[in-house]
């Protein structure tokens, strides 16, 4: 089960931090991450983190701006979302999954938001201008 909560709204250049609490399956053994799906637009994966090495995925759209990073005693990932601007405006989905390759799923696209296995509920992000 996954539980993410943090979202609201902010304006242009301001943060935000997202959560997602992982129960009911080994923490270590998932990768976990965030796809968001704005206004008539695909679902698009954001950013995931391995939990057993902690390799990172990032989409080009928010390198630089956003942070991953997981609490595995909390088994807990975060999303630190910093210089957020109104493109950025969507709801925003925890998600996880287990493939050899690391956040094999985020990298592409609706594709990937298929296949992957869990997904918690949204939690929505509006970054007025």
């Known amino acids: 089960q996954l539980q993410a909560s943090g979202g609201g709204l902010v304006q242009a250049g301001g943060s935000l931090r997202l959560s997602c609490a992982a129960s009911?399956?080994?923490?270590?053994?998932?990768?976990i991450g965030w796809f968001r799906q704005a206004p008539g637009k695909e679902r698009e994966g954001v950013s995931c983190?391995?939990?057993?090495?902690?390799?990172?995925f990032y989409a080009d759209s928010v390198k630089g701006r956003f942070t991953i990073s997981s609490d595995n005693a909390k088994n807990t990932v975060y999303l630190q979302m910093n210089s957020l601007k109104p493109e950025d405006t969507a709801i925003y989905y925890c998600a996880a999954d287990t493939t050899a390759f690391p956040c094999l799923y985020w990298r592409f696209g609706v594709a990937g938001a298929k296949s992957v296995g869990s997904w918690g509920q949204g939690t929505l992000v509006t970054v007025s201008s």
């Open positions: 983190i391995r939990n057993s090495d902690r390799r990172t």
């Open positions: 009911g399956f080994t923490f270590d053994d998932y990768a």
